[in-house]
């Protein structure tokens, strides 16, 4: 990384930082209705390396873009002004400007095993791992939340994609080996320990390589929906309706409002149960949650689609423990839990039922879960 920084822009970085992408194990479009989620990180990480420049501009280059270098100037900088790959880590040096704190220039060469638009979360990654370079280059000392809070700014006014809390918040805290239970409101968080290994399992990504143009459409639309049924039902979001007392809730609002409110409602309830088979030592048990999850976002929410239907259906059948989409939805990934010993026939049978149906082979690979965001030279 040192080496490419020098070779772009002629002068050695100050530093190299590291930020991983993420699946969340369940508690989907939960985090904009400030309900909770259970991401891990993965073992691919967005690598930044940074320097300061005393002349008020940015440069930014990306290993996974062409060889051009977007050079912009700091005090320019709005909403709406930036576009493509560049918009994510501008907004971050926009939105930290944007809060009083004094950052200037910067050269920043980006290079990523993250999948890009797989789902896995690239864009968090990329963000958060500029937000902790700059946050060291010009000594701010701001914390974890702080910094997610900044890269989520960065991606909803920024960039212009209304994401929640939620893929940030996993990038810069998750922690090798557990889950992060996370509390979209309060931002309150704890490590439920996820040993994969020593239970002998294994937890794959399928990465389906489709991408649906619905995704951002019905994104935006789903979470619209949702602030309606809220204030419909007189609560502050979603979150606040309580599982006991849906049906009742249900019945007042309009029917295309109904099972988006049951799956927040019972996804939350999903990931406070799937917490406490974690709590009980029994990884294992986490497998028909995830399933069910699976059924209610493509039932409910509706934004499955038949790749990620049938990725889901061809490893439950194969033997997986359980299996569901993870991100927005609309393609994308899906994580199946499975045994060691099962792991392989799970990614073939997969593959051979994507086969048969037409659809491109999607890769398989198997994940654990890893740590977050911080300095790596
Ligand atoms: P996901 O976050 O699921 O991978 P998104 O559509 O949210 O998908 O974010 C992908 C976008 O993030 C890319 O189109 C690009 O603009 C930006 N991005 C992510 N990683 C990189 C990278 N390594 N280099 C350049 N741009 C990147
Ligand atoms: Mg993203």
């Known amino acids: ?89 501008a907004g971050v040096l926009w939105a930290l400007r944007e809060q ?58 920024f960039a212009g994609v209304p994401c929640g809390s939620m893929d940030q918040m996993a990038s810069l805290c998750c922690t090798a080996d557990a889950a992060l239970w996370l509390d979209a409101r309060t931002l309150a968080r704890r490590q439920v320990p996820f040993p994969l290994e020593d239970q002998g399992l294994r937890l794959l990504v399928i990465d389906t390589r489709v991408q649906h143009d619905l995704a951002d459409g019905a994104y935006s639309a789903r979470r619209v929906a949702c602030e309606r049924a809220a204030e419909l039902l007189g609560v502050r979001a979603l979150r606040d309706v309580p599982a006991e007392g849906m049906t009742t809730a249900l019945e007042c609002l309009p029917d295309e409002l109904r099972p988006l409110v049951r ?14 088979r974690l709590d009980g030592g029994d990884a294992a048990a986490l497998g028909p949650i995830l399933t069910a999850g699976h059924a ?15 990725a889901v259906s061809a490893a439950v059948e194969a033997g997986a423990l359980g299996a569901r989409m993870t991100g927005g939805g609309f393609g994308g990934s899906v994580i199946a839990l499975v045994r060691d010993t099962e792991a392989k026939s799970v990614g073939e049978a997969v593959k051979g039922a994507f086969g048969a149906a037409g659809h491109r082979t999607p890769a398989v690979t198997a994940v654990w879960p890893s740590g977050g965001a911080g300095r790596i030279a």
Request: charged share 20%; proline share 5%; net charge negative.
């Open 100 to 157: 009083g704190h004094a950052v200037g220039g910067a050269d920043v060469h980006v290079d990523s095993t993250v999948p890009v638009g797989a789902g896995l979360s690239s864009s968090a990654a990329l963000e958060c791992a500029v937000a902790l370079a700059v946050d060291e280059l010009y000594g701010l000392g701001l914390g974890a939340a702080e910094l997610a809070g900044i890269a989520q700014r960065a991606e909803n006014v």
């Open 296 to 310: 209610s976002l493509r039932d409910d929410y509706r934004v499955s689609c038949p790749e990620t239907d049938l």
């Open 1 to 89: 990384m040192k080496n490419a920084f020098q070779q772009v822009f002629g002068t050695p970085p100050a530093g190299v930082w590291a930020a991983p992408g993420r699946v969340n194990l369940i508690g989907e479009h939960t985090d904009y209705n400030d309900g909770f989620a259970l991401p891990i990180a993965l073992p691919h990480t967005t690598v930044v390396a940074a320097g300061r420049r005393s002349d008020g501009r940015i440069r930014l280059h990306s290993a996974q873009r062409d060889g051009t270098v977007t050079e912009l100037e700091l005090a320019g900088l709005a909403p709406g002004t930036v576009s493509g790959w560049a918009a994510y880590p």
């Open 263 to 276: 799956h927040v409602v019972t996804e939350n309830a999903r990931v406070t149960e799937a917490v406490s």
